[in-house]
């Protein structure tokens, strides 16, 4: 099974932080004061739901739609936030999640890059037709900005040859998210870098037609 992550739920936040530091959840952080209150959001490939809590008492929305393939890393998510009957866990491949509602907001860290050039394309054209007009997708992910180091492009391929041998990821190499974004006229509003810039985290929004 590809981008199975049960293998290594139980240390996924230890290896995180012990590679990252902290830089992964300052990038999922940055933005979440930005997100409007009380909203209906999506929240796809959350993992073990470290930032949960954080964007519960940051955003207060109304509800979030968790939707997480690995049912091991849905229960230590779903521990985190005992009592919550704001969030709905979903355990699901996001490609058969049908939505039911329209979200303000749709969030996706560390997901897509999980995937080859054609599943991004079809996964960020389902996030489009989940988002409501005037939506907000919160994404935060490794990005390829042409422009790398050698050392930096050695770290990528150490960090997807691991994935590969413990979660069976699908791809090799860091994707062109920005092509992808351009395809479904998405169109950044804010955005910051970490990690020696090969982290963004990003709003986007729907290009308004005659804007
Ligand atoms: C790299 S982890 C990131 C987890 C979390 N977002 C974070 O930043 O810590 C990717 C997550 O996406 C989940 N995932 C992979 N494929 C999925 C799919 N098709 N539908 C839903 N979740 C998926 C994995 O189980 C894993 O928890």
């Known amino acids: 099974m590809t981008n199975n992550y049960n293998h290594i739920a139980f ?11 902290h830089q ?11 997100l409007p ?13 470290k930032i949960l809590p954080e964007l519960l008492s940051i955003a207060q929305p109304h509800i979030v739609d968790y939707v ?15 009592h919550q009957e704001r969030v709905q866990f979903i355990q699901k491949d996001f490609n058969d999640f049908v939505p039911n509602k329209k979200y303000d907001v749709v969030i996706t860290f560390f997901f897509l890059d999980l995937f080859e050039e054609e599943k991004i394309n079809r996964l960020i054209q389902k996030i489009n037709m989940s988002l409501s007009t005037d939506g907000l997708w919160l994404f935060a992910d490794f990005v390829d900005r042409g422009h790398y180091q050698w050392y930096q492009k ?9 994935f590969r041998l413990f979660t069976n990821v699908e791809r090799h190499k ?4 920005l092509n992808h974004f351009a395809k479904h006229s998405l169109h950044t509003i804010k955005v910051k870098h970490f990690f020696h810039g090969l982290i963004s985290s990003k709003i986007l929004v729907k290009e308004k037609r005659g804007a």
Request: proline share 3%.
């Open 11 to 21: 240390i996924y936040d230890a290896l995180v932080r012990l590679v990252f530091g």
């Open 24 to 34: 992964l959840v300052k990038a999922q952080r940055c933005f979440l004061s930005e």
């Open 37 to 49: 209150q009380n909203a209906n959001i999506l929240f796809v490939g959350g993992g073990t739901g």
């Open 68 to 82: 997480e393939l690995s049912p091991k890393m849905i229960s230590i998510a779903k521990k985190r936030c005992l």
């Open 154 to 162: 050695v770290f990528v391929k150490l960090m997807y040859a691991f």
């Open 174 to 177: 860091l994707p062109h998210f």
